[in-house]
Nanobody, 119 residues
């Protein structure tokens, strides 16, 4: 089993910055290697949406709404993925979920961390 622990959520002013972290632990090995890592977000009444994704090789994709403001990165030695949120807007307010694709196990989700952006 692989577990994800997210941290870094909270209240931030519009135009400020915030960094989310998600650390994976558990049965991580060459058999259960971590492939892509991603951040999703969800607001009440809406579907969960992809914010950013990074492959094991470092390739990234972003939602159009966050391009140029958010940066996803990973530390493979620590099995950790980060989301640097710069110049957040009130519409970025959501519960942010970490998602990790683990070889032979499939997708694993974090518990979610609330980010509130005040205007």
């Amino acid at each position: 089993q692989v577990q994800l622990v997210e941290s870094g959520g909270g209240l931030v002013q519009a135009g400020g910055s915030l960094r989310l972290s998600c650390a994976a632990s558990g049965s991580i090995s060459s058999i259960n290697a971590i492939n892509a890592m991603a951040w999703y977000r969800q607001t009440p009444g809406k579907q969960r949406e992809l914010v950013a994704r990074i492959t094991s090789g470092g390739s990234t994709i972003y939602a159009d709404s966050v391009k140029g403001r958010f940066t996803i990165s990973r530390d493979n030695a620590k099995n950790t993925v980060y989301l640097q949120m710069n110049s957040p807007k009130p519409e970025d307010t959501a519960v942010y979920y970490c998602n990790v694709d683990v070889l032979s196990l499939g997708e694993v989700w974090g518990q979610g961390t609330l980010v509130t952006v005040s205007s």
